[in-house]
C-alpha cells in the first residue's frame, strides 16, 4: 500500500501538470464558444464575462442565414481535394514503393522540396495561370490548389506504407495473372486501408482551413469556402464578433468529428513503414 501511495504521489504532479497544459491549450476553444453566445453589448465589459449569463443565438442564426452556402462551397472543396489527392497520390506511392522506378529517390526528393515551397508563392503561380485558363473564381481550380498542397505528403504516406506490404502478395497476385494495376487495385489499395484514411483527413482538414488559396483565387466569386465567410464579418466599422465565433464554432464541427471517428486510422497510417521486422 505504502508503495502504490508513493508511485501515485510521484506521478500526481505529472498528471496535473499535464491537465494544466491541456487546459492552457484548450482556453482558446473555450473562448470561441464564451464568445459566440455573447450578446454585442457585452462584448467590451470589464472584466469580461467567464459566462455568459445573458447568452443569445444570434451568432448562429447569422450562420444559417449567412454561411451556408460558404459552409457548402468547402465541403464540395474539400471532398473535391480528397478524391484528387487519393487519386494521384495512391498509385505514384505504389510505383515508388513497390514499382521501383528509375530516378524514384530523386522524386521522392522532389516532394519532400514540394511541401517547404511558401503557399503564397504557389497562389501567385496559380492566379496567373488560372488568369489565362479561365480558372478564377471557380470550384475546380480551387480543388486543384489545395491539391497541390496534400498531394507531395500523401505520396510519401503511401509510399511508407505501401513499402511494408509483403512482396509475397504482389508475387502470389502476379502468378493468378494480375498486372501491375490489377494488383494495385485489388490487392494494395485494400490494404492501405489506414493510410487512404490518414490521407484523405490531411487532405479534407488542410482544404477546409485553406485562406491563402481561397483569398487569391477565389474572392470575389461567386463560390467562396467558409474562410472567406468568416473573414467578410470583419470590417473597419463592423466586427460581429459572436457571429464571427459562432461560424468558427460551426466551421470546426465537420473537421472534429471527422479526426475523432479516424483517430485509429490516422495512428496506424502515420506510423506506417516506421518499423520493420
Partial sequence: MNDLLHRLRGTGWKTALGLACTAVMLFPVYWM?????????????????????????AGYRAVLDQQLPYLGTSLVVGLGTVALTVALAAPAGYALAKLRPRGGGVLSFLFL????IPGIIMAMGFYAIYLQLGLLQSVPGLIVADSTLAVPFAVLI???????????????????????????????????????????????????????????????????PITLGIYHYIGNNNQEWNAIMATAVVASLPATVILVLAQRYVAAGVTAGAVKD
Fill in 33 to 57: 464558444l464564451n464568445v459566440s453566445f455573447t450578446r454585442d453589448q457585452d462584448m467590451r465589459k470589464s472584466p469580461p464575462e467567464v459566462f455568459p449569463l445573458h447568452g443569445t443565438l
Fill in 113 to 116: 522540396v514540394a511541401q517547404m
Fill in 158 to 224: 503511401f509510399t511508407a506504407f505501401m513499402s511494408g506490404i509483403p512482396g509475397e502478395l504482389l508475387q502470389a497476385a502476379q502468378m493468378d495473372g494480375a498486372g501491375p494495376l490489377r494488383t494495385f487495385r485489388s490487392v494494395v489499395l485494400p490494404m492501405s486501408r489506414n493510410s487512404v484514411v490518414t490521407v484523405s483527413l490531411f487532405a479534407f482538414l488542410w482544404s477546409w482551413s485553406d485562406f491563402v488559396f481561397a483569398g487569391t483565387l477565389a474572392n470575389g466569386g461567386a463560390h467562396e
